[in-house]
Antibody, heavy 114, light 112 residues
Framework: EVQLLESGGGLVQPGGSLRLSCAAS????????MNWIRQLPAKGLEWVSG???????YYADSVKGRFTISRDNSKNTLYLQMDSLRAEDTAFYYC????????WGQGTLVTVSS | DIVLTQTPLSLSVSPGQSAAISCKSS???????????LYWYLQKPGQPPQLLIY???NRFSGVSDRFSGSGSGTDFTLKISRVEAEDVGVYYC?????????FGQGTKVEIK
């Protein structure tokens, strides 16, 4: 059974940093594209970032230069380093498997507020 | 960026009836490999989204055959047959033809 478990969310002040983690199990992690998607409270979905099998990285314009996606295949873990956080980054952050976003984690809440 | 426009934004359906949701893309989602990169997801209350349909019309593993997808190019439809109480939630279409992946605004489905 595919499982994705996000962690690392919390309350942070504007300009601060957070590092999200997504622990994966139940599939060959290293063989899959992985993604971060966010959902603003009571709003729609926004793709944030993706990382290929060969660790090529891709970002939405809204986070480019501030967020960094990475993966550790030896630990079956996906990361999102978030720097220079803004109020508009407040959202639930989900990790999702594959190009098709086949499976999603339960999400972790990031709140950027002073 | 590719814009996906869903209609309607909300839907109230009686149990056992059918429902249809439209998703229109600002450009064709057909790729040179012959595949069309349009997907449908359902987000049930308090849960993350779950994949229902991939590449327009293929049901994902474990998805009820009451869900069907159709369409081509820029116009797509998700049909829910014999609606049940467990089908309530917000339905999203998504394209992965090009980055950034983009989602429709969502269609909230409730039971009468």
């Amino acid at each position: 059974e595919v499982q994705l478990l996000e962690s690392g969310g919390g309350l942070v002040q504007p300009g601060g940093s957070l590092r999200l983690s997504c622990a994966a199990s139940g599939f060959m992690f290293g063989n899959y594209v992985m993604n971060w998607i966010r959902q603003l409270p009571a709003k729609g979905l926004e793709w944030v970032s993706g990382i290929s099998v060969s660790s090529g990285t891709y970002y939405a314009d809204s986070v480019k230069g501030r967020f960094t996606i990475s993966r550790d295949n030896s630990k079956n873990t996906l990361y999102l380093q978030m720097d220079s956080l803004r109020a508009e980054d407040t959202a639930f952050y989900y990790c999702a498997q594959g190009v098709s976003l086949d499976y999603w984690g339960q999400g972790t809440l990031v709140t950027v507020s002073s | 960026d590719i814009v996906l426009t869903q209609t309607p934004l909300s839907l109230s359906v009686s149990p056992g009836q059918s429902a249809a949701i439209s998703c229109k893309s600002s450009q064709s989602l057909l790729y040179s490999d012959g595949k069309t990169y349009l997907y449908w997801y359902l987000q049930k209350p308090g849960q993350p989204p779950q994949l229902l349909i991939y590449e327009v019309s293929n049901r994902f593993s474990g998805v009820s055959d009451r869900f069907s997808g159709s369409g081509s190019g820029t116009d797509f439809t998700l049909k829910i047959s014999r609606v049940e109480a467990e089908d309530v939630g917000v339905y999203y279409c998504m394209q992965s033809l090009q980055l950034p992946k983009t989602f429709g605004q969502g269609t909230k489905v409730e039971i009468k």
